[in-house]
């Protein structure tokens, strides 16, 4: 099951950083969610994993709120390629980056 839900990620990811419409952008980083979270809580027989998929449920919704409002106020304002997003907002890419920080392992939000 474990291989599917890998595949089932692959896919995702590969459809997010090929859409152009930053919406769809958004949607598929937060369906990336569901493979991510059943991956965690299928692997290993330890209690702490439930846990651990509450944390990133909560962290990533969390802080991706702001990054949605983000993308809604620039959505009839700018016509940019999500590469270039980052560059030009300052404050704004930081709080763009936030979600991403959550899903991977950077030290200051994985204690």
Do not use: C
């Amino acid at each position: 099951m474990v291989k599917y839900l890998w595949w089932a990620l692959v896919l995702i990811l590969v459809l997010r950083f090929r859409s152009v419409n930053f919406l769809v952008f958004y949607v598929l980083f937060e369906l990336s969610l569901i493979p991510i979270l059943l991956i965690i809580l299928s692997q290993g027989t330890q209690p702490e994993r439930l846990s651990a998929g509450a944390y990133l449920l909560f962290y990533t919704t969390f802080l991706s709120i702001p990054y949605l409002i983000i993308l809604l106020s620039l959505k009839d304002k700018l016509f940019i390629r999500v590469g270039y997003l980052y560059e030009i907002l300052g404050v704004g890419g930081l709080i763009i980056m936030l979600p991403f920080m959550v899903k991977i392992p950077i030290l200051g939000l994985h204690f």
